[in-house]
């Protein structure tokens, strides 16, 4: 199954800036079949996805569209979600 990650964030955000680093330098390398994109609440695609997810607290973590956590991330639960999605 193909897999789509995408990181809602906030302009200054540390957890935010936490969850890039993460996605960039631990799991892009060893997941590169998966697409990850990164995404401002502060433009128009940000702001649609917000209110899609009602999303509160950034980062917001959406995998194949559907919200997987807000306000930070659970890496491991996150590499598990991955995986199941990878398998199917």
Request: with cysteine.
């Amino acid at each position: 199954m193909k897999v789509k990650v995408t990181e809602l964030s906030t302009p200054g955000c540390s957890h935010c800036a936490e969850a890039k680093k993460f996605l960039e330098e631990e799991f892009k390398p060893k997941y590169p079949q998966v697409s990850v994109e990164y995404i401002s609440v502060l433009d128009p695609a940000g702001q649609e996805l917000v209110q899609k997810h009602m999303i509160f607290a950034s980062p917001g973590i959406i995998i194949n569209d559907e919200l997987f956590s807000t306000g930070g991330m659970d890496k491991s639960g996150f590499l598990k979600k991955v995986d199941q999605l990878l398998a199917a």
